[in-house]
C-alpha cells in the first residue's frame, strides 16, 4: 500500500510537469534553461537540485523538499542523462558537490532528513518524512560510486572532533548514510576502503564503522570482511565488543565461522572483563550441534571468573549488606546485578542454555568430565543453578544429578560453595529459587553423603542474601522439621540451632515460623525435642534484654493466656495481651507438665529441662550483675522452674527418672552457673542419701518375698559406717504402693521407686564430676558398696515360686543390673588400677547376673520388666516386641553367648567373692554347681530396651591389659596377688553393645518415611546418650580403640591356631571345651563385625574424613610393617588387607568366616576394588565354600544363620570371580552332580558346603547371579564388528548351557521352593534374552548360522521344561507357584514371535513353523486330565497351546526325542538339513 501511494505520486508529479514543458519548449525552447548557470554563475549542483525540487538552506534550517524522494532521484538522473554534456555533466555535478560542503554547515545539513517544503499552508505532496539529501543521491547509481568516495575522503578531516554534549557526529552520520542502500554498486571497493579507513581512524570512528559493516556491505563480502575482521581482532582487543558484534551479523560459510571463533576463544584470556559477556554471547550463539561438546568444554577452561575484579559498586554493595542488618530491597540489588559483569556473562549463558538443548547438555557434560577438586571453578556450581532454572525438566534433573554425584564423590567441597557466595552473593540471588530447590532435594536425599552439602546451601543462604531469601530459608527449614523423616528432622533442626547461634538477632526476627514447629511434636522423637527446645529457648533467652524475663508467678495468674496469638508487629501497649517470646515457652511447658499423658508430660519435663539449660548458661562477660554470674532474679526463676517440674512429677516414678536423666545430660552437655550446678548437686546428693543408702550394720527389717542378704560387697575392709543400696525393702514398698494406689481415688504423693536408682546416681555422678572436675572421690564408696538382695539360689526354685515371686526375682535381677550397669558408665573413667579392678568385678557381676536372669525369664512368660529408659514410649507400658520373649531368640546372634557366660564365670570373680563377708561366700558353690548344667533360658536380645544405656567411654575398657589387685585371704590372711584379664564373657558383652551402637549410628538405613497408619518401632530406644554425639565423634573414637581390637583380634586367632595344634588340626578335639569355644567363636565375629561396621562409615568418603580413614588403615597396616603413617592409601589399603587375610586360617565357623569376607571386601574398596583385590576376596570365599564346618561338639553346622551366611558367602564369591558363568558352571555341573551320587546326609566333595540341605540356597544364589550375569551382557549392535559378535553369542551360548542345567534340576529337586526359584528367575533370564541376547542373534545369524541355531536348540529345551512347571502349578493348585505363571507364559510367548521376526530379518521366514504343546509334568508325562477334555473342548491358551521355535538341530539324541512334545519344524533352503522331531 506504502509502496503504490508513493507511485501514484511520482505519477502525479511527472503529469504536472508534462503539462507545463510544453509550453515552454514552445516559446522559449530549450537552450535558455541550460545557459541559466552560466548567467546566474550557479554550480550544476545548485541549479539540478531546484529544478528537481529541493530548497538548499543555510545555517541551522534543513533543507526543504518538495517532492517525493524517488521523484527526485529519477529527475536528477533523468538530467544527468538528457544534458548534451553527458557522461561529463556528472563530474561537473560532483565538483559543485565538493564546492558546496566546503561549509561544514552545509555539509551537516545535506547528512540530516530533508523537511517537505509547505506553502499556502498545504502539506507537501511528500510523505512526511524525508531521507538526507545525500542518501537519495547515493540511491542513484551513476552518482553513488562518487559520492561515497566524496564522503569517505571528507569523513578524516572530523575524525578527531570531539562531540561535545548533544551535540551531532559527523563521522557517524557519514557512516550512516551508507546503511541500507537499495544496491552498492562496487561494494569489494566500498569494503576495502572501508577497512582502510578503520586502519588509520581513531578508537569511536573504528567501531561505528565495524558495527555497520553488516548493513553496509553485501552478502558476497562477508566472508572476506569476516577474515579481515578476525584478524583485526588478534590485533586490537578494544575492538572486541565492535568485531564480534559485526561478526554475529555476518552470513558466514561453517569453516569460516569455526575458524573465527577459534580466533575469538584464542584471545579469551586477554578480553577485558566489561567485554566479556558479549564474547561468551557470541561463542554460544555461533556454535553447531557438531563441535558444540568442544567448545564449551574450551569455553569453560578459559572462562576464569576467580580472576574478574568486582566493580567498585558490587564491592561495596555487599559490605553495605554485610555491615549493616537493614533490608535491601530486590529491586536494589537486580540493578546492581544487571551492571554486574559477571551477571552479564551467566546471562548470556542463560539464554544459549534455555533456547538449545545441545548447549544446556554440553554443560553438563563439561562439568561432569571434571575428575579432579582442584579443577573444579566457581563457574561449575553457578552453571548448576543456571541449568536447574532452566524450565526445561530434563536441565532441571540433569543438574541435581550432577551436583549430587560430584557432592558424593567429593570433587565438589563446601569450600568452593562458600567462595561462591562470598564472591558472586549478588549473582547468585537471581538463582535463589533454584539453590533452595537444589537445597531441599539433598537434604531429602537418602544418601548421607550429600546431606551436609544442602545443609550448607542453607546456612550460606540465609547469611548471604536478604531478608526474604532468609525467610524462605526459615521457612523451608521448618517444612523439613515438620516433614517426619528422622534424619530430614535431624538436619533441618541442628541447622536452625546453628544459625541461631551465629546469627542470633536476623532469626530473632522469624521466630514466629520456628514456633509453628510446637503443633507437630508428636511425629518428633525425643532427641528432636530436645534439640527443638534447644532452639527455641535460645531464641528467647539468648539475648538478655531488659524486661524479657517473666515470672513465673505471672505465669500462674494467666494460664489462659495460650490461646492468645502473638504478633511482633504488635505494640507493647497492654501487658495482658502481649506476651515475650519467654512467656509462650512457659505456658507451653507449663501446659504440657500439667497433662496427665505421660507422653505430653514428658515433653514438658524435657522442655522445661533444656530452658533450664538457657536460663541457667554460665556467662564468659560480666553482662549480669554479679560479676558474670547469675543475677538473683534470674537465679530464683531457674529454680522455680526446677521446682515446678520436680513437684509435676513427684506422683510418677517414670517422670521422676526422666526428669533426673534429662538433667543429668543437661549438666553433661552444657555449662551451667556455678550457682546452679552447685544448687542442683546438693540436692541431689541429699535426695539419694535419704532415698536409696543405709547402714549396713543396721538390721534389715520388714516382710519381703525372700529373705534379705547383703550381697556383691568389693569392700575388703570392714569399716563403721558401711553402707550398701536399700534394693529388696524399695522393690518390695514399690509393689505394696502400687497396689495401694489402684484402690485409692485421691492424688497420689511422692514414693521412692527403685526405677529412679539408676538416673539419679548418674545425675549424681555427674553433678560431682562437673563440680569437682572429674574427682568422684566423695562417692566412690557406691562403686564397691553392696546390695541389699535375695540368696541367687532361688533362680534355681522358680518353678516352686508363684507367678507374683517370679516376676518380683525378675524385677529384683533387672534393677541389680542396671544399677551396676549405671556404675560402670560412671567409674569407667578413673585411671586408678583399684578403681580399674573393681569396674572390671562389676562387669563380671553384670554377665553373671545376666545367666541368672535368662533362666528367671524363662519361668515368667508375659512379664513385662520395669522402664529402664523414659524418653521414650515405651514409658506408657506397651513394649513391642517382649511377648512371646522365647520366639525372639530365632533371629537372635548372642542366644549361645548369653548362656554360655554364665556357665564359665571368671575366676577372679568367685575369688573376689571369697574375700567378702561370710554370708556372702555362700553364694560361690551355687554359681559353680550352675556351670555344670545347662538349662533352658530366654535370650535377653528382646529386653535390651530394658537395661540402662552403657556410654561410649565404657567401651575403653577394651583397652586394659594385664591388671593386679590386692586380695585378702580369709584364712591365710596373707596378700596374694592375682592377674586379670577380660574374660571372654566380658568381651562379649562390651563388643555387643559396640556392635550395636555402630549399627545404629554408622550404619544407618535411609531415610524413610512414616507409613501411613501404621506404627513402626523406635529404633532409637536406649541410644539417647548416643544420639547426642556426632557420627564423626564415634568413628574417631572407635578409630582410637582399633590397636585393642587389633590385640582382641590376634588373641582370638592365636587360641583357635593353638586348639587346632592341641587337636591334630580338627575343631572337635578332645582339648575343646565348647562354652569357651562359643565364647571365644562370637568375640571373634564380633571383632569382625566391629571392623567391618566401622571402615564401611559412608562419611570416609566426605573428603574432610579421608585422614581419619587413613589413620584407620594406618593401624591395621602398622600391624603388619612399621611405618605406616608415612605410606600412601594405596599401600596402607594393601596392608591392610594382607593383615586381615592372615585371619583366614583360624576361622570357627562359617558366620565368622563371612565376616572376614566382608571386612575384607570393605577394605578393598578403599582401594578401588582393583582385580587383585577381587580375586584374592574371591579365592577366600571359594576357599571357604570348600571347607567342612563342624561345631565344637562334632556336628556340621547347619540351621537358619547357617544359611544366610552361606547365601551371603556365595554371592560375595560369584560377584568377585572374573567369570560368573564358568563359576556357575563348574557348581551346577560338578558339584551338583557329586551330591546326586552320594547318600542323603552326604555333601559334595569339591563343595563340602553343598548339601541336600542347603541345596535351595545354592539354587536360589545360582540362578540370581546368572540373571544378573546376563543383564550386563552389552546389546547387540549391527556395527558390530565380526569378532565382537562371535565373542556375544559365545557368551550367550554360556549362559543358555548354565541356564539349560539349572533348570532341568527341578527335574530331581522338585520341591516348591525350588519351583519358586526357577519360576521366577527364569521369566527374569527370559526378558533379558529378549531384550539383550536377540539382537545379537538378529546380526549374527548370516554369519553363525550353527551357533545360533545350537544356542536356540539348547534354549528350547529350558524353555519347554518351564512350560511343564507352569503346567505342574496349575495342578497343584498352588498359589505361591501360580503367581509366576501368567507374566512367564506371557514371556514364552514373546519368545516365540521374537524367533520369527529373527528369521523374517534374515529372508527365513519359511523356516519357521507353529505346533501344539501338549501340557505335561515335569517328569514329562501327559496330563491326562486334560487328554479327556480335548474331545469336548477347544485347547486352553493358557493351559495347553504353547509355541516354541525351533531351528534345524544338527542332532538330536534318542533321549531327548522322548522328551520333546510337539515342536515346530523349521524347514530353510539354506539350510541342507531337514529334519522333524517326533511327537508324541
Request: hydrophobic share 40%.
Amino acid at each position: 500500500m506504502f509502496r503504490k501511494k508513493r507511485r501514484s505520486s511520482v505519477n502525479a508529479g511527472e503529469a504536472a510537469s508534462t503539462t507545463t514543458k510544453p509550453k515552454k519548449s514552445r516559446s522559449t525552447g530549450r537552450q535558455p534553461k541550460e545557459s541559466d548557470p552560466q548567467e546566474t554563475n550557479e554550480s550544476v549542483f545548485d541549479v539540478f537540485l531546484r529544478e528537481a525540487g529541493v530548497t538548499l538552506k543555510h545555517g541551522d534550517t534543513s533543507n526543504e523538499i518538495a517532492v517525493d524522494q524517488i521523484v527526485f532521484q529519477k529527475r536528477i538522473q533523468k538530467q544527468l542523462q538528457k544534458s548534451p554534456r553527458y557522461p561529463g555533466i556528472i563530474e561537473e555535478f560532483i565538483t559543485g558537490l565538493d564546492s558546496y560542503i566546503e561549509n561544514h554547515d552545509r555539509f551537516r545539513n545535506l547528512l540530516l532528513p530533508c523537511v517537505p517544503r509547505v506553502s499556502d499552508g498545504d502539506l507537501s505532496s511528500g510523505s512526511s518524512f524525508q531521507e538526507s539529501l545525500l542518501r537519495m543521491l547515493l540511491g542513484i547509481e551513476m552518482l553513488q560510486t562518487l559520492i561515497v568516495n566524496t564522503l569517505l575522503e571528507k569523513l578524516p578531516e572530523f575524525m578527531f572532533e570531539g562531540s561535545g554534549d548533544g551535540a551531532l557526529s559527523i563521522p557517524r552520520l557519514i557512516i550512516n548514510q551508507l546503511k541500507w542502500l537499495d544496491r552498492v554498486v562496487d561494494t569489494k571497493e566500498l569494503a576495502a576502503k572501508l577497512m582502510e579507513l578503520v586502519s588509520v581512524a581513531p578508537l569511536e570512528v573504528q567501531r561505528d564503522i565495524i558495527t555497520s559493516l553488516p548493513e553496509i556491505l553485501e552478502d558476497s563480502q562477508h566472508n572476506d570482511i569476516a577474515k579481515e575482521l578476525n584478524s583485526l581482532l588478534q590485533q586490537n582487543s578494544q575492538l572486541t565488543v565492535p568485531i564480534l558484534d559485526a561478526l554475529s551479523s555476518l552470513n558466514l560459510t561453517s569453516s569460516l565461522l569455526t575458524e573465527v571463533r577459534g580466533g575469538v576463544m584464542a584471545t579469551l584470556a586477554a578480553v577485558q572483563l566489561e567485554d566479556l559477556p558479549v564474547v561468551v554471547k557470541f561463542i554460544l550463539h555461533s556454535v553447531s550441534a557438531s563441535d558444540v561438546s568442544e567448545v564449551v568444554c574450551n569455553l569453560r577452561k578459559k572462562l576464569e571468573l576467580e580472576q574478574c575484579v568486582l566493580p567498585p559498586a558490587l564491592q561495596a554493595s555487599q559490605s553495605r549488606m554485610k555491615s549493616k542488618s537493614a533490608v535491601v530491597s530486590a529491586t536494589a540489588q537486580a540493578a546492581g546485578s544487571g551492571q554486574d559483569s559477571v551477571a552479564l556473562i551467566l546471562d548470556c549463558i542463560k539464554s544459549a542454555v534455555r533456547f538449545q538443548k545441545t548447549i544446556s547438555e554440553a554443560w553438563l557434560k563439561a562439568i561432569e568430565s571434571v575428575e579432579e577438586v582442584e579443577d573444579h571453578k566457581v563457574l561449575d556450581l553457578l552453571l548448576l543453578f543456571i541449568l536447574h532454572s532452566n524450565n526445561a525438566n530434563q536441565s532441571r534433573r540433569g543438574a541435581e544429578r550432577v551436583l549430587k554425584v560430584k557432592v558424593k564423590t567429593g570433587l565438589i567441597q563446601e569450600a568452593l560453595l562458600q567462595k561462591t557466595f562470598r564472591d558472586y552473593a549478588q549473582v547468585m540471588r537471581g538463582y535463589f529459587p533454584s539453590i533452595l530447590a537444589l537445597a531441599q532435594s539433598l537434604l531429602r536425599s537418602p544418601d548421607p553423603c550429600v546431606v551436609p552439602f544442602g545443609g550448607h546451601m542453607y546456612r550460606h543462604s540465609f547469611t548471604a542474601f536478604d531478608s526474604y531469601c532468609r525467610q524462605e530459608v526459615v521457612g523451608s527449614l521448618v517444612t523439613h522439621v515438620c516433614s517426619g523423616v528422622g534424619r530430614e528432622v535431624d538436619v533441618a533442626l541442628e541447622l536452625l540451632c546453628s544459625l541461631v547461634t551465629e546469627k542470633p538477632s536476623e532469626m530473632a526476627q522469624y521466630a514466629v515460623f520456628v514456633k509453628g514447629i510446637l503443633d507437630y511434636m508428636d511425629n518428633l522423637t525425643p532427641q528432636q525435642i530436645r534439640r527443638l527446645f534447644h532452639l527455641l529457648s535460645r531464641l528467647a533467652f539468648g539475648q538478655q534484654q531488659q524486661g524479657s524475663h517473666i515470672q513465673v508467678s505471672h505465669i500462674q495468674i494467666r494460664p489462659i493466656a495460650s490461646a492468645f496469638s502473638f504478633s511482633p508487629s504488635c505494640t507493647q501497649t497492654s501487658f495482658l495481651l502481649r506476651f515475650s517470646p519467654q512467656d509462650d515457652l512457659h505456658i507451653v511447658i507449663r501446659k504440657q507438665l500439667s497433662s496427665t499423658v505421660p507422653k505430653y508430660k514428658r515433653i514438658g519435663i524435657i522442655g522445661a529441662v533444656m530452658i533450664v539449660g538457657s536460663m541457667g548458661a554460665s556467662r564468659a562477660k560480666a553482662n549480669e550483675a554479679q560479676n558474670g554470674s547469675l543475677s538473683k532474679e534470674t537465679f530464683r526463676q531457674v529454680t522455680a522452674l526446677l521446682e515446678l517440674v520436680k513437684s509435676s512429677s513427684e506422683s510418677s516414678p517414670e517422670a521422676t527418672a526422666l526428669y533426673y536423666d534429662e538433667l543429668a545430660n543437661l549438666i553433661l552437655s552444657s555449662s551451667l552457673d556455678p550457682q546452679v550446678q552447685s544448687m542442683i548437686g546438693d540436692s541431689v546428693q541429699d535426695d539419694f542419701q535419704n532415698d536409696y543408702v543405709v547402714d549396713v550394720e543396721l538390721e534389715i527389717t520388714g516382710s519381703f518375698p525372700f529373705p534379705a542378704r547383703v550381697m556383691y560387697n568389693l569392700d575388703n575392709e570392714k569399716s563403721e559406717g558401711s553402707i550398701a543400696i536399700n534394693l529388696l525393702p524399695l522393690l518390695t514398698k514399690d509393689i505394696q504402693n502400687k497396689g495401694e494406689q489402684q484402690n485409692q481415688t485421691k492424688k497420689a504423693h511422692r514414693r521412692v521407686s527403685p526405677l529412679c536408682l539408676a538416673p539419679l546416681f548418674r545425675l549424681l555422678r555427674l553433678s560431682q564430676e562437673r563440680q569437682h572436675q572429674g574427682d568422684l572421690g566423695e562417692i566412690d564408696g557406691l562403686l564397691d558398696c553392696p546390695l541389699i538382695l535375695t540368696d541367687m539360689e532361688v533362680v534355681e526354685k522358680t518353678e516352686s515360686l508363684s507367678k507374683a515371686e517370679r516376676e518380683f526375682l525378675c524385677s529384683l535381677l533387672f534393677y541389680t543390673i542396671n544399677w551396676f550397669r549405671e556404675v560402670i558408665n560412671g567409674f569407667c573413667r578413673l585411671k586408678e588400677t583399684e578403681m580399674k579392678m573393681k569396674v572390671m568385678t562389676r562387669l563380671q557381676n553384670i554377665t553373671y547376673l545376666q545367666t541368672l536372669l535368662e533362666r528367671a525369664l524363662a519361668g515368667a512368660p508375659g512379664y513385662v520388666p520395669p522402664v529402664a529408659n523414659f524418653d521414650n514410649d515405651s514409658t506408657d507400658g506397651s513394649v513391642p516386641g517382649v511377648s512371646p520373649p522365647v520366639n525372639k531368640t530365632k533371629k537372635d546372634v548372642t542366644g549361645k553367648k548369653r548362656k554360655a557366660s554364665g556357665k564359665n564365670p571368671s575366676e577372679s570373680f568367685c575369688q573376689s567373692e571369697e574375700a567378702t563377708e561370710a554370708d556372702e561366700t555362700q553364694q560361690d558353690q551355687p554359681e559353680k554347681d550352675k556351670e555344670k548344667e545347662t538349662r533352658p533360658g530366654v535370650s535377653l536380645a528382646s529386653y535390651r530396651h530394658f537395661f540402662r544405656e552403657l556410654d561410649m567411654e565404657l567401651l575403653s575398657v577394651l583397652q586394659c591389659g594385664l591388671l593386679s589387685r590386692s586380695l585378702l585371704d580369709s584364712e591365710l590372711h596373707t596378700n596374694v596377688r592375682e592377674e586379670v584379664v577380660l574374660g571372654p564373657a566380658e568381651l562379649v558383652f562390651l563388643l555387643e553393645d559396640m556392635l550395636r551402637k555402630l549399627d545404629f549410628s554408622l550404619a544407618a538405613a535411609p531415610a524413610k518415611r512414616a507409613p501411613f497408619l501404621k506404627v513402626r518401632a523406635d529404633k532409637s530406644v536406649g541410644f539417647s546418650h548416643l544420639q547426642q554425639r556426632s557420627a564423626k565423634d564415634i568413628a574417631s573414637f572407635c578409630v582410637q580403640l582399633l590397636p585393642a581390637l587389633c590385640s582382641h583380634l590376634e588373641n582370638c586367632h592365636n587360641h583357635f591356631q593353638i586348639l587346632l595344634s592341641e587337636n591334630n588340626g580338627v575343631v572337635d578335639g578332645p582339648a575343646t571345651d565348647v562354652q569357651e569355644h562359643q565364647l571365644m567363636s562370637s568375640g571373634y565375629q564380633l571383632l569382625l563385625q566391629v571392623l567391618n561396621t566401622t571402615l564401611s562409615w559412608s562419611g570416609f568418603s566426605q573428603p574432610g574424613q579421608r585422614s581419619l580413614l587413613k589413620k584407620a588403615l594406618g593401624v591395621l597396616a602398622g600391624r603388619l610393617k612399621e611405618g605406616a603413617a608415612e605410606m600412601s592409601m594405596e599401600q596402607l589399603v594393601k596392608d591392610s588387607f594382607h593383615y586381615l587375610l592372615n585371619f583366614r586360617s583360624t576361622m570357627p565357623n562359617l558366620s565368622t568366616a563371612l565376616c572376614l569376607s566382608q571386612l575384607l571386601s570393605t577394605v578393598s574398596e578403599k582401594g578401588g576394588g582393583s582385580a587383585a583385590y577381587r580375586e584374592q576376596t574371591a579365592s577366600l570365599a571359594r576357599h571357604f565354600l570348600s571347607q567342612a564346618w563342624v561345631t565344637a561338639n562334632g556336628e556340621r553346622e547347619r540351621g537358619n544363620k547357617f544359611n544366610e551366611a552361606l547365601h551371603t558367602l556365595l554371592s560375595i564369591y560369584l560377584d568377585h570371580v572374573d567369570d560368573v558363568l564358568k563359576a556357575v558352571e563348574e557348581i551346577a555341573g560338578e558339584g551338583i552332580t557329586e551330591l546326586l551320587n552320594v547318600s542323603k546326609d552326604e555333601s559334595s566333595a569339591s563343595w563340602p558346603t553343598l548339601s541336600r540341605q542347603t541345596f535351595l540356597v545354592f539354587y536360589k544364589v545360582l540362578m540370581a547371579e546368572l540373571e544378573k550375569a546376563v543383564r550386563k551382557i552389552p546389546a547387540g549392535k549391527m556395527s558390530d564388528s565380526s569378532e565382537a559378535q562371535s565373542e556375544k553369542l559365545l557368551t550367550w551360548n554360556l549362559a543358555v548351557r548354565d541356564f539349560h542345567i539349572l533348570v532341568n534340576l527341578v527335574k530331581v529337586f522338585d520341591s516348591r521352593p525350588v519351583l519358586n526359584v526357577c519360576l521366577k528367575y527364569g521369566r527374569l533370564f527370559l526378558e533379558s534374552f529378549l531384550k539383550l541376547g536377540m539382537p545379537i542373534l538378529d546380526y549374527s545369524f548370516k554369519r553363525h548360522k550353527v551357533d545360533v541355531q545350537s544356542l536356540l536348540k539348547t534354549f528350547q529345551l529350558s524353555t519347554r521344561q518351564l512350560h511343564h512347571m507352569c503346567g505342574h502349578s496349575k495342578i497343584h493348585q498352588d498359589t505361591s507357584l501360580t503367581n509366576h505363571v501368567p507374566a512367564l507364559k506371557k514371556s514364552l510367548e514373546l519368545f516365540v514371535y521374537r524367533v520369527k521376526a529373527m528369521l523374517m530379518l534374515n529372508n527365513c521366514q519359511e523356516a519357521f513353523w507353529i505346533g501344539n504343546l501338549k501340557n505335561r509334568n515335569l517328569k514329562g508325562e501327559e496330563i491326562l486330565t486334560q487328554r479327556e477334555e480335548e474331545s469336548g473342548e477347544e485347547d486352553d491358551d493358557d493351559d495347553n497351546e504353547e509355541g516354541q521355535p525351533a531351528p534345524l538341530p544338527q542332532q538330536q539324541s534318542e533321549d531327548e526325542a522322548q522328551e520333546s512334545d510337539s515342536e515346530e519344524i523349521t524347514k530353510c533352503s539354506r539350510m541342507e538339513e531337514d529334519i522333524t522331531d517326533d511327537s508324541e
